[in-house]
């Protein structure tokens, strides 16, 4: 070995340990910091801490191997029939662990039982070629690849920083989900979760849906939360392709895991700088502002070209193609399991044990509930493929459970997530005081537009208990259309004019809207 080969050794040494040497790093860390890096190269703890010492003690020169050493690389420690033994092993069968070929050696050779160290193995075995990466998937060939327009492809997985929040008086691991869409690089939906679970999962994807419109495809990893019956089953009735990825291929959701580096070397150290444990609320508010301050909003080298910066928010809001959206109900109705009931003379119809109050106009009918096992407050009822209404659970008021008050968090320390956050919240309090133009597109008929119809038809301001009526009124029916409300109004006020009580109205346009849709009358806006 030439003095060349012997400093790129020392080098590659130095890499391994830089970590350990550059830096103070205080004596109970050590150990931590040792199996960390002993994980990250392949190498033993103990080899780590003697490269640590000899470096300290005689800089580079002290990592570079013997000069004297011929023999660099070459087989010596057993002889060269067991390695093409070990070789042929492997190739029969490349899931075969190393240790698992040491031991059919030890069966077929004797003589080499207790001769033959794992790590000396793997080095040989490497060396040739024979790793089980390399033969389980032979001559493969990756090429990058770009989707021509947003939402035709999303990609969604979960990632697991070293961070963590507090629920209940309990600390639990923080879980990420994201949904990045692969041909802006914008993060259609995202957020910190309790668990791995299919709701979650479900409730994120509707999120992003409502939000983005429609994906073409979406991409996924094998884990049960995103290939069950819950999310594949959701995406078949949205006519969304589902496509799981193949075991072993990390590097086609290597869209998301460059995002998730992102988030590891950005957020993370930030977060975790803070002195607090938050809650997942406040992890939340935190990537809110994160996301919208920092990630969407800075150049992205996949979208960028020389001299043409390109941020994600840029690259999706510059792109032509129409989103495909969809009313909530629909999207609702996806996820959701179905049974058939009837309405019985008090309006109500059971299911699980629990009852659930319709309008009196159908009692008497056979109905079909669409329902979710996890959220058992409402059902929405449908005929003949036709939304309905949305049918709250009935208690009786003295069985209304009560929630607790949660008590105040004090403020967490300065940082560039309060920076952020400070930045978003004033964000929205001008939108909120100025609406930004919207180029044309239509405006969703909302709940606050709907009292804003109703105040201007009855030339007064909705107060107090009136504006819980008509939100109430407006859960109840799962919506209102604003052509159905404007007419139900006018026709209501033409007939009784604007002296009668709020409820009056209300009811009035829940009835119109139920006719309506009894009727197959126009869609929801």
């Known amino acids: 070995m030439d003095d060349e080969q012997r400093l790129k050794v020392a080098l590659r040494r130095y890499a391994a340990i830089s970590p350990l040497v550059e830096a103070e790093v205080p004596h109970g860390a050590q150990a931590e910091l040792l199996r960390r890096l002993a994980a990250e190269h392949g190498l033993a703890p103990d080899t780590l801490w003697r490269w640590a010492k000899r470096f300290r003690e005689g800089g580079l020169d002290q990592l570079k191997p013997p000069a004297h050493r011929s023999d660099w690389g070459k087989l010596a420690a057993f002889p060269a029939e067991w390695l093409d033994e070990a070789v042929r092993l492997r190739e029969e069968e490349p899931r075969r662990s190393t240790m698992t070929i040491i031991a059919l050696l030890a069966g077929l050779h004797p003589e080499s039982q207790g001769r033959i160290a794992r790590p000396t193995l793997d080095r040989h075995l490497r060396r040739l070629g024979k790793t089980r990466k390399r033969l389980a998937q032979p001559g493969r060939i990756l090429r990058r690849f770009e989707k021509a327009a947003r939402n035709d492809l999303w990609v969604a997985d979960f990632c697991l920083p070293e961070l963590s929040f507090q629920q209940d008086g309990e600390t639990h691991r923080a879980i990420l989900l994201a949904i990045i869409d692969h041909r802006t690089r914008l993060i259609v939906a995202g957020g910190f979760v309790p668990s791995r679970q299919a709701i979650y999962v479900e409730d994120m994807l509707k999120r992003a849906i409502l939000h983005h419109g429609l994906p073409r495809s979406l991409f ?143 009692v008497g009918e056979r109905v079909e509930i669409r329902f979710h096992p996890a959220r058992p407050e409402s059902v929405q009822v449908w005929k003949d493929g036709r939304f309905l209404q949305v049918a ?113 109205y209300l009811e009035f346009i829940q009835t119109a809207h139920l006719r309506a849709r009894r009727k197959g009358g126009s869609a929801r806006v």
């Open 220 to 362: 996924v990893d094998n884990g049960a939360e995103l290939v069950g019956s819950l999310i594949a089953g959701g995406c078949q009735h949205l006519g969304i392709r589902h496509i799981r990825a193949h075991v072993g291929e990390p590097e086609a959701r290597g869209v998301v895991e460059r995002f998730f580096r992102t988030f590891q070397e950005s957020f993370v150290p930030e977060m975790a700088a803070k002195a607090m444990i938050p809650t997942l609320a406040e992890l939340n508010r935190f990537w809110d502002a994160w996301l919208e301050g920092f990630y969407h909003t800075r150049p992205h080298a996949a979208l960028s070209t020389p001299g043409k910066p390109r941020s994600p928010q840029q690259a999706w809001d510059q792109d032509p193609t129409p989103l495909r959206r969809i009313d909530p109900v629909t999207v609702d109705g996806a996820f959701l399991l179905r049974e058939n009931r009837r309405v019985n003379k008090t309006a109500l119809i059971s299911w699980e044990g629990r009852w659930y109050l319709c309008d009196d106009a159908l």
């Open 392 to 504: 709250p659970r009935y208690l009786p008021p003295e069985n209304v459970p009560h929630q607790p008050k949660l008590a105040p968090r004090s403020t967490p320390h300065e940082s560039l997530l309060d920076q952020l956050d400070r930045d978003r919240q004033a964000l929205l309090r001008t939108r909120l005081a100025q609406p930004e133009a919207t180029g044309g597109c239509q405006h969703p008929f909302t709940e606050a537009a709907a009292a804003a119809l109703i105040e201007q038809a009855l030339g007064r301001n909705l107060q107090g208990r009136e504006l819980d009526w008509l939100a109430d009124a407006w859960r109840h029916s799962g919506g209102w259309e604003a052509l159905i409300t404007e007419s139900a109004v006018r026709a209501y006020l033409a007939r009784y004019g604007p002296g009668r009580h709020l409820t009056y």
